[in-house]
């Protein structure tokens, strides 16, 4: 029984890391394109070489045979294994900050889509008209409409859901 219990407490939180965010917006594809363009012209790349964990000596094994009154031995091992080397970019997360702050400024969502469909937009990638609002505007827009405890629309079902929805 416990077991049942704990099992299905622990799936979801398994398997809630395995769904793939992708960004949402008015055109997304032609935004990350641009936001990975002016990140690299911001962050060029700066590889450096980095010493990853440390070095060791491997065990050493001595053999011996006798022959009458002498012996013969040999040692193998005992060799100095240096530490990893690795190639690392000093600028890969100011670009990739740069890229996530681009995106969101010019009104993207990184959100599954399971989170997508939950705030009641199409499931699919959307393709919006120019003058139609972004779901990031929406949620703007709805967000300065039930600010405000003492106007009426405060009190309004949408922002009783809204407030329900982002606490």
Known sequence: MYKKIALALVLPLVFSGCAQKLWYGQN?????????????????????????????????????????YSASCVTTGGNYVP???????ANSSNRNNHFNYCMVSRGNVLMTKAEY?????????????????????????LREKCRDKYTPSFYSDECKKFRQDFP
């Open 117 to 141: 469909e939950a705030r009641g937009y199409q499931s699919s990638q959307p393709s919006y008209q120019s003058n139609e609002p972004t779901p990031r505007q929406k949620h703007i827009a």
């Open 83 to 89: 530490p990893a080397q690795v190639t690392l970019d």
């Open 28 to 68: 997304p594809q032609r935004d990350i394109y641009e936001c990975q363009q002016e990140a690299a012209r911001a962050y060029a790349p700066a590889m450096y070489n980095s010493t990853v964990g440390v070095g060791y000596t491997t065990p050493s094994y001595t053999t011996c045979n006798a022959y009458g």
